[in-house]
């Protein structure tokens, strides 16, 4: 006679063994979500090596502030020329840097390596609020799973 429920010892044996679809379809959603990310991550590098040239209006500014400075009554002094230039400076190489760390993220998100490098530049990337935050909390999401951290080598 056979039971309609299974016994209260619940089923004997082993438990069943998950498909392997459902392994292969977490292994396609991985890798396209790295590769998503991978995009977003050049488009968001792209822009930011774009946008970053824009300080060197402040570094011309500040290269004629000290070459046209006559010393007269109405000419700025020559420490405000120094200064546009160093800042206008600084800014380029930090986004360009940036920028740069963000192509070697994207590069290393398809390749599957270099995952702390990864955390570092999302990490540096919140500083470009919206799209960048966003970008970061999403590498930080993706980057957590334990089917992830164990595909980067």
């Known amino acids: 006679m056979s039971q309609p429920y299974p016994p209260p010892g619940g089923i004997p044996g082993p438990a069943p063994a998950m498909p ?18 991978s995009i977003c991550w050049y488009i968001l590098s792209g822009l930011a090596a774009f946008f970053g040239l824009v300080p060197i209006i402040h570094v011309i ?5 000290i070459t046209q400075s006559r010393g007269g009554a109405g000419d700025p002094p020559a420490f405000v020329g120094w200064m546009f230039m160093c800042m206008g400076s600084f800014f380029i190489l930090f986004i360009e840097t940036v920028a740069v ?11 599957r390596r270099r995952r702390t490098l990864c955390f570092i530049a999302a990490g540096m990337c919140c500083l470009q609020i919206p799209i960048g935050l966003t970008l970061a909390v999403f590498t930080f999401i993706v980057l957590s799973r334990p089917s992830i951290k164990a595909s980067f080598t």
């Open 20 to 37: 392997d679809y459902y392994t292969n379809m977490q292994v396609d959603r991985d890798a396209e979500h790295l590769r998503i990310l």
């Open 61 to 65: 500014i500040g290269i004629t502030l």
């Open 101 to 111: 760390l963000g192509f070697f993220t994207a590069r290393s998100l398809k390749e």
